[in-house]
């Protein structure tokens, strides 16, 4: 595949597009020597490999997908690719006159002295200094010059407008036939870009479509939130870039980035409109949890299937450390062991929902048309090809929540594909939580059986009593649970299919009684609940002719890769005593909401006769403490295997 460089560049900066004859920003001429150096370097202005230990200076590394260097040959017998040059990349260029000869014009396209160019600029934009000749001649002139280059001369001309002196990429700096040179150059590759000044992303679909109107003012016009959402599209779902496992390595390590598209650049500390790439491009990898870093890892690819594990390991330097550079062993041993690993080291892995971003992600592109589709569902997910185990979430998203969400739970081992968990869970394994006669039907939502609203007040929410069983005979817990839909809510059909779902899906964990619905509504610091209909409330709290006082209800809301069957022989286990909790410093910044909401995996199996556990999501619970009080159950951690 070819690329086009256009320069000069559209600049996005603090939400402003501009453009200059050359970038505004750009490398400084000096920057400081690092600790380490690679073992070889591009010296830009001639474009030859020079030995690092021979350089006095900083360097600027290089971020791309190879599909965009040329064409690429790939051989599935030795798992080998090689790449052909045509030198048919494409440089556009405005055209730029410059004044020689005493006035005599010529088209150039060199203009290496700032002051002259712009004083060439000056007097060639000045109709007083044209003739009509002139004039008329610019008009029949073209606004661009293109040439074909190879890739090499697109990475010289980058160079050569950001200032950047030395540069590392791997083409050059890597002898690809050796494979010794080869597999030490990618253990130190995590090194190569967390020491670079500067890393440069070359993201050729990234470009801007500037209407007229905005050139006319200046070159200078606020970003329209729709060139904004169409910018950040081109790069999240649509770029080679954003897709390849090597590139995800070097964001994470670079210290800064700088993105360079066909027509615009734009510093990481300036991509803030674009919230889907906003955070992997302003924080390192020791404030990127292990969940961040598969969240985009997993919609990923590589040309190699054992880069796969080889570039993800180099974002964790003591996991790398433990496995071996050998591209003919065995892929699956590999993968297993590397996302053993993982799971030793971080728990959290079990953090995951359905597809959500994916789907965007994952878009397939049609191929008769230059557009992505948009109106069906089917997107893919690289990860889905390699036979993994359900708790490394082949199957759903890991959940990318921007904060500090941890677990202290450390009572589990990996072995192979096993995951061996000691915990406390709710299920509906010991006895059904359901009665005999229940049928879906016993929790689908009708207009008729929401209780009669107590008056106007639009802050009433609609909740319901559930009972919890523990190991204990005879012993129930009554528990105040929200469904989180207010008076209004109720008046749409679709909620109420959303209602009919949730209490259905609670029915696997508690005794759920659709007579038990009620309307409650916060007074003070408290809640209040009202039972409107017919039959008791059981509840530990005070009550009284109005209603019944209770702390807030818990919430409860599921996050899963499939639907939870109403089927009995199914087995659904929330486990409890795997809280993932959000650990913030500064736990008073929280809101009340924040500091009592927890997370809990969730695996099922298929029926009592099966051996094993499959991991399918999270649920997210507000006031866990509350839910789980009384529950005696949760005091006798069982053993869950999970495959």
């Not at 900083?58 to 971020?63: D, E, F, N, Q, V």
């Not at 892929?331 to 996302?339: A, E, K, Q, S, V």
């Not at 006669?437 to 929410?461: A, G, K, M, V």
Request: with cysteine.
């Amino acid at each position: 595949m070819y690329i086009t460089y256009e320069s000069p560049q559209w600049t996005i900066e603090n939400r402003i597009i501009k453009k200059y004859s050359q970038p505004h920003k750009r490398i400084p001429t000096e920057i400081p020597k690092p600790n380490f150096l690679p073992s070889k370097l591009v010296r830009t202005y001639d474009m030859q490999v020079v030995p690092g230990n021979q350089v006095n200076e900083g360097y600027c590394a290089l971020s791309y997908s190879w599909n965009q260097s040329g064409e690429i040959n790939f051989d599935k017998t030795t798992g080998k690719s090689t790449r052909i040059d045509q030198g048919k990349h494409i440089i556009k260029r405005d055209y730029t006159p410059n004044i020689n000869n005493h006035g005599n014009n010529q088209y150039s396209n060199n203009n290496n002295n700032p002051i002259e160019e712009w004083w060439h600029t000056f007097i060639i934009n000045n109709d007083y200094f044209k003739s009509t000749k002139q004039k008329e001649k610019e008009k029949e002139q073209p606004k661009h010059v293109s040439y074909y280059v190879p890739f090499q001369d697109i990475i010289k001309h980058i160079c050569h407008d950001f200032n950047i002196k030395y540069i590392w990429f791997d083409q050059m700096c890597i002898n690809q036939n050796d494979q010794q040179e080869k597999h030490q150059e990618i253990q130190h590759m995590h090194r190569i870009y967390n020491n670079a000044y500067c890393t440069v992303a070359l993201v050729p679909e990234f470009n801007l479509k500037v209407q007229d109107d905005t050139k006319k003012h200046n070159n200078n016009s606020h970003v329209d939130i729709l060139m904004y959402d169409d910018a950040e599209r081109k790069i999240h779902e649509e770029s080679q870039w954003f897709k390849r496992l090597w590139t995800l390595e070097e964001t994470v390590k670079s210290q800064e980035l700088l993105f360079i598209g066909q027509n615009v650049h734009v510093w990481a500390q300036d991509t803030h409109p674009f919230k889907r790439v906003h955070t992997i491009f302003n924080k390192s990898s020791e404030e990127l949890s292990l969940r961040h870093i598969l969240f985009y890892a997993h919609m990923r690819t590589s040309t190699n299937d054992h880069d796969r594990v080889y570039a993800l390991a180099n974002l964790f330097p003591d996991i790398m450390q433990k496995l071996d550079i050998d591209y003919d062993q065995s892929l699956n041993d590999l993968i297993i062991r590397f996302y053993g690993l993982l799971a030793e080291k971080d728990i959290t892995i079990l953090f995951f929902g359905g597809h959500n971003e994916y789907k965007h992600i994952g878009r397939v592109k049609d191929t008769t048309t230059t557009r992505t589709n948009t109106t069906d569902n089917k997107y893919k997910v690289p990860i889905q090809q390699f036979n993994l185990p359900s708790w490394t979430s082949v199957h759903g998203e890991h959940i990318f929540i921007d904060d500090h969400i941890t677990s202290t739970f450390t009572d589990y081992s990996i072995s192979g594909r096993s995951m061996l968990v000691k915990c406390t869970g709710i299920s509906n394994e010991q006895q059904s939580y359901r009665m005999e006669n229940d049928t879906i039907s016993s929790f689908t939502i009708q207009q008729e059986d929401i209780p009669p609203i107590p008056d106007n007040h639009h802050f009433w929410r609609l909740g319901i009593t559930a009972q919890l069983f523990s190991n204990q005979p005879n012993h129930v817990a009554t528990k105040a649970i929200s469904l989180n839909t207010s008076y209004l809510d109720t008046k749409k059909i679709k909620n109420l299919n959303r209602i009919s779902k949730t209490l259905c899906n609670l029915s696997n964990f508690m005794k759920i009684n659709k007579k038990s619905l009620y309307w409650y509504t916060q007074e003070g610091t408290g809640v209040e609940q009202k039972q409107m209909i017919s039959g008791t409330t059981s509840c530990s709290s005070s009550i009284t002719e109005e209603g019944v006082h209770i702390n807030e209800p818990a919430s409860i809301s599921f996050l899963l890769t499939e639907d939870i069957k109403f089927n009995t022989s199914a087995q659904y286990v929330i486990l409890s005593g795997i809280p993932f909790k959000n650990h913030t410093e500064s736990n008073r910044a929280l809101s009340f909401k924040e500091r009592n909401k927890n997370y809990y995996p969730v695996i099922t199996k298929d029926s009592v006769d099966t051996n094993h556990y499959r991991a399918i999501g999270t649920c997210e619970i507000i006031h866990p403490d509350y839910l789980f009080s009384d529950c005696n159950n949760l005091s006798n951690p069982r053993t869950y295997l999970i495959q």
